[in-house]
């Protein structure tokens, strides 16, 4: 059981912050839909990042300015991205071989559940019948780092990390890092290990709000941005 | 009492030639059947394939080595025709196994009987086996034509009863053309249908190794060119594009989120022409209409929930079924929950692997996509390299219906930015393939490098009217 605790949780953006610090230079990455999106505006001055997406495009560009919107240029989630250059457009089986072939060096995922072992559920919440599950499959189980993206808890404060989903997999065994807006949480051959916890957030308070046990890590720190 | 002469090579290749039909895609291994292209005239729109990926091309006007980039089979340089382009070796094969080479040329070293051959490079270098392409080829749906001396130069059969070569395929040669005869494999045996100028039945069954049947219309070659129009694939509309798709079809419509890339006139005219019980494959089953993806405020995106709507659709195979937001319920969804439509949910990009296996003449393959979920249940899995993969079945339509930016009267395709998405996947993977375009230009009008869907795959071509709009 966890008990209320209202002591505030750092917002969307930060968490994007966090997570673009983990991105590679020169690295080729795939960004979910939700906080992930965030992600491409905090990459850190200096390093470059080559988007992919499910749309058919290498190199895809920031989102359109107003009035600039081109029906043949859109992103994964349907929006009008820029044209920028170096972009290479190519087919739906050709944009997944490349992500199930290891070539996509990273991909950023929303996340309903991730479990223990690093299992991750984000595409079916059971009560609709029915999912959209769209390439979050193919992106679990083809990228080399799943990078998890999302709140610490849901709206009733239940913890998302949890010992073992029930809600319907997306896939298995594949999330490596968890972002949340109270800790950076590494899943390691030991387990979960809790590396960094928002400001004024303690390990034990942290712990309260997970549904497995973390490992603090022996170098426990403050969200490093 | 003289023997009569043997056919020549050019006269051999001239008879190959009457059995290949304008606008389809003909395969030409090396040796013999390279000189078959040498046959083609001007408008006889035959697509010749080369093992490099060469396809519409013809015998070389230029100096050998002087220029040419696209080489035949055999290695010799040739030229595209306007409308001929370029392919990859794994879509050469893809093609191939697809069943888009109508006809096959190869020149075996021995055919048997029962249509088994034994390709030349197994003579040629026996223990030192390359097969090169002509597995693939002999073993695609397409027709095989053997192109052959009737016998080797010490005056031995190469045609069998059995070969006593190795077999690089069983039972796949349709047609037997030498240079004393044509022979068809039929179920009963051989069957001699046609003997060279001067030649008697008597003569042809001396000097072959395997029992002839006489065909009643036993007749002498001839080596005339047989003339038939190409096939106009440009409709007047889409309701004429679409006239005949059938109560109950299987088919496939591109479409990835929001209009672009999406076919919206074909639609309405599917729409319009009104056959229900359709399977839709397709990356959603519209959800455009609720969330408007660039819509201008106040009007409907046309996507696949106009067909939802008109009953038409029984089943949705789709990686993106409903909308986003479950508050702005699609046609589709409202659909499935009175129980009317029925779903197979599709990780995205197992829906283009399967679309491309069928495309390509693969049954099925192993993905690590979808492992461990609730997708897998009921499916077949493995463990390879420790990493567990599931078997997904391929897929096929009757009809495709998708969009393209231009494309020529040959039906060769470029497509614009990310409007490719399922489009280029979908258009080899159907019986007939329609496409909507907003542009139709003459052969040699595209760059042939920079054509993505060769003409091979398109059947009917659309020009979507200047002012349709993808919303309405």
Same mark, same amino acid.
């Given at each position: 059981?966890?008990?209320?605790? *209202?002591?505030?949780?750092?917002?969307?953006?930060?968490?994007?912050?966090?997570?673009?610090?983990?991105?590679?230079?020169?690295?080729?990455?795939? =960004?979910?839909?939700?906080?992930?999106?965030?992600?491409?505006?905090?990459?850190?001055?200096?390093?470059?990042?080559?988007?992919?997406?499910?749309?058919?495009?290498?190199?895809?560009?920031?989102?359109?300015?107003?009035?600039?919107? *081109?029906?043949?240029?859109?992103?994964?989630?349907?929006?009008?991205?820029?044209?920028?250059?170096?972009?290479?457009?190519?087919?739906?089986?050709?944009?997944?071989?490349?992500?199930?072939?290891?070539?996509?060096?990273?991909?950023?995922?929303?996340?309903?559940?991730?479990? @223990?072992?690093?299992?991750?559920?984000?595409?079916?919440?059971?009560?609709?019948?029915?999912?959209?599950?769209?390439?979050?499959? *193919?992106?679990?189980?083809?990228?080399?780092?799943?990078?998890?993206?999302?709140?610490?808890?849901?709206?009733?404060?239940?913890?998302?990390?949890?010992?073992?989903?029930?809600?319907?997999?997306?896939?298995?065994?594949?999330?490596? $890092?968890?972002?949340?807006?109270?800790?950076?949480?590494?899943?390691?051959?030991?387990?979960?290990?809790?590396?960094? &916890?928002?400001?004024?957030?303690?390990?034990?308070?942290?712990?309260?709000?997970?549904?497995?046990?973390?490992?603090?890590?022996?170098?426990?720190?403050?969200?490093?941005? | 009492?003289?023997?009569?002469?043997?056919?020549?090579?050019?006269?051999?290749?001239?008879?190959?030639?009457?059995?290949?039909?304008?606008?389809?895609?003909?395969?030409?291994?090396?040796?013999?059947?390279?000189?078959?292209?040498?046959?083609?005239?001007?408008?006889?729109?035959?697509?010749? =394939?080369?093992?490099?990926?060469?396809?519409?091309?013809?015998?070389?006007?230029?100096?050998?080595?002087?220029?040419?980039?696209?080489?035949?089979?055999?290695?010799?340089?040739?030229?595209?025709?306007?409308?001929?382009?370029?392919?990859?070796?794994?879509?050469?094969?893809?093609?191939?196994?697809?069943?888009?080479?109508?006809?096959?040329?190869?020149?075996?070293?021995?055919?048997?009987?029962?249509?088994?051959?034994?390709?030349?490079?197994?003579?040629? +270098?026996?223990?030192?086996?390359?097969?090169?392409?002509?597995?693939?080829?002999?073993?695609?749906?397409?027709?095989?034509?053997?192109?052959?001396?009737?016998?080797?130069?010490?005056?031995?059969?190469?045609?069998?009863?059995?070969?006593?070569?190795?077999?690089?395929?069983?039972?796949? &040669?349709?047609?037997?053309?030498?240079?004393?005869?044509?022979?068809?494999?039929?179920?009963?045996?051989l069957v001699l249908e046609e003997v060279a100028p001067g030649w008697q039945a008597g003569d042809v069954t001396?000097?072959?190794?395997?029992?002839?049947?006489?065909?009643?219309?036993?007749?002498?070659?001839?080596?005339?060119? &047989?003339?038939?129009?190409?096939?106009?694939?440009?409709?007047?509309?889409?309701?004429?594009?679409?006239?005949?798709?059938?109560?109950?079809?299987?088919?496939?419509?591109?479409?990835?989120?929001?209009?672009?890339?999406?076919?919206?006139?074909?639609?309405?005219?599917?729409?319009?022409?009104?056959?229900?019980? =359709?399977? $839709?494959?397709?990356?959603?089953?519209?959800?455009?209409?609720?969330?408007?993806?660039?819509?201008?405020?106040?009007?409907?995106?046309?996507?696949?929930?106009?067909?939802? *709507?008109?009953?038409?659709?029984?089943?949705?195979?789709?990686?993106?079924?409903?909308?986003?937001?479950?508050?702005?319920?699609?046609?589709?969804?409202?659909?499935?929950?009175?129980?009317?439509?029925?779903?197979?949910?599709?990780p995205q990009g197992t829906l283009a692997e399967r679309i491309r296996a069928g495309a390509a003449g693969v049954?099925?393959?192993? +993905?690590?996509?979808? @492992?461990?979920?609730?997708?897998?249940?009921?499916?077949?899995?493995?463990?390879?390299?420790?990493?567990?993969?599931?078997?997904?079945?391929?897929?096929?339509?009757?009809?495709?219906?998708?969009?393209?930016?231009?494309?020529?009267?040959?039906?060769?395709?470029?497509?614009?930015?990310?409007?490719?998405?399922?489009?280029?996947?979908?258009?080899?993977?159907?019986?007939? +393939?329609?496409?909507?375009?907003?542009?139709?230009?003459?052969?040699?009008?595209?760059?042939?490098?920079?054509?993505?869907?060769?003409?091979?795959?398109?059947?009917?071509?659309?020009?979507?009217?200047?002012?349709?709009?993808?919303?309405?």
């Open positions: 059981m966890t008990h209320e605790n *209202d002591k505030p949780r750092l917002d969307r953006e930060i968490i994007a912050m966090r997570v673009a610090q983990e991105l590679p230079d020169g690295g080729y990455v795939n =960004l979910g839909i939700g906080i992930p999106t965030l992600v491409s505006s905090f990459v850190p001055e200096g390093r470059t990042v080559f988007y992919h997406s499910e749309s058919g495009v290498l190199n895809c560009g920031p989102l359109a300015d107003e009035g600039e919107e *081109d029906i043949d240029l859109i992103n994964a989630g349907g929006q009008f991205v820029k044209p920028v250059p170096g972009m290479a457009f190519f087919n739906s089986a050709d944009g997944f071989a490349m992500i199930r072939g290891g070539h996509v060096d990273v991909t950023v995922l929303g996340a309903h559940q991730v479990s @223990a072992k690093g299992d991750i559920a984000n595409w079916m919440l059971p009560q609709r019948g029915v999912g959209n599950v769209g390439g979050a499959m *193919d992106l679990a189980a083809g990228a080399k780092d799943v990078i998890v993206a999302m709140e610490h808890t849901d709206r009733e404060n239940h913890p998302k990390i949890v010992q073992v989903c029930d809600l319907p997999l997306t896939g298995k065994e594949c999330v490596s $890092l968890i972002v949340t807006d109270l800790a950076v949480i590494r899943r390691t051959t030991e387990g979960l290990v809790l590396e960094e &916890v928002a400001p004024g957030w303690t390990a034990e308070e942290v712990q309260e709000l997970t549904g497995a046990r973390l490992t603090v890590s022996p170098s426990l720190r403050e969200f490093q941005l | 009492m003289t023997t009569p002469s043997r056919l020549d090579n050019q006269q051999m290749a001239q008879r190959v030639f009457q059995e290949l039909r304008p606008g389809s895609a003909v395969a030409l291994g090396s040796g013999l059947p390279g000189l078959v292209a040498g046959q083609a005239r001007p408008g006889s729109q035959i697509l010749f =394939l080369s093992e490099g990926g060469g396809l519409g091309y013809q015998a070389s006007a230029a100096t050998a080595g002087q220029g040419q980039t696209v080489v035949d089979s055999g290695g010799q340089g040739v030229d595209l025709i306007p409308g001929g382009s370029m392919l990859s070796t794994i879509d050469v094969a893809a093609l191939v196994r697809g069943g888009y080479a109508g006809v096959v040329v190869l020149q075996p070293a021995q055919v048997s009987a029962q249509g088994d051959f034994s390709h030349w490079t197994t003579a040629a +270098t026996p223990g030192l086996f390359s097969p090169g392409w002509a597995w693939d080829l002999a073993n695609g749906p397409g027709r095989v034509i053997a192109i052959m001396g009737h016998t080797r130069a010490d005056g031995s059969a190469n045609i069998v009863s059995q070969c006593t070569l190795p077999v690089d395929g069983a039972g796949c &040669v349709d047609i037997i053309i030498t240079d004393v005869a044509v022979l068809r494999v039929g179920e009963e045996g001396a000097i072959t190794g395997a029992p002839l049947i006489l065909a009643s219309n036993l007749r002498e070659m001839s080596f005339e060119p &047989v003339v038939a129009e190409p096939p106009n694939k440009v409709y007047s509309s889409g309701l004429a594009a679409i006239h005949d798709l059938p109560q109950g079809a299987t088919i496939m419509i591109d479409g990835f989120a929001g209009l672009g890339g999406m076919p919206n006139y074909l639609m309405v005219a599917l729409r319009d022409h009104g056959v229900g019980g =359709l399977t $839709l494959i397709s990356n959603t089953a519209g959800v455009a209409r609720v969330i408007g993806f660039g819509t201008p405020p106040g009007r409907l995106a046309i996507d696949h929930s106009i067909l939802v *709507d008109n009953h038409q659709i029984k089943k949705a195979v789709a990686s993106f079924p409903v909308s986003p937001s479950p508050s702005r319920p699609s046609s589709f969804e409202l659909a499935l929950q009175r129980g009317e439509v029925e779903v197979e949910v599709v049954a099925a393959f192993y +993905t690590p996509t979808a @492992a461990g979920t609730q997708l897998a249940d009921g499916k077949e899995t493995r463990v390879f390299d420790g990493k567990e993969y599931v078997l997904e079945e391929a897929l096929r339509a009757d009809f495709c219906l998708i969009r393209g930016y231009k494309a020529d009267t040959l039906g060769n395709v470029v497509y614009k930015g990310t409007s490719r998405n399922f489009n280029s996947v979908m258009a080899p993977a159907a019986r007939i +393939t329609i496409i909507e375009v907003d542009q139709v230009v003459e052969p040699g009008e595209l760059d042939p490098e920079e054509i993505v869907t060769p003409g091979v795959y398109i059947d009917r071509i659309v020009l979507r009217p200047p002012d349709f709009l993808g919303y309405e």
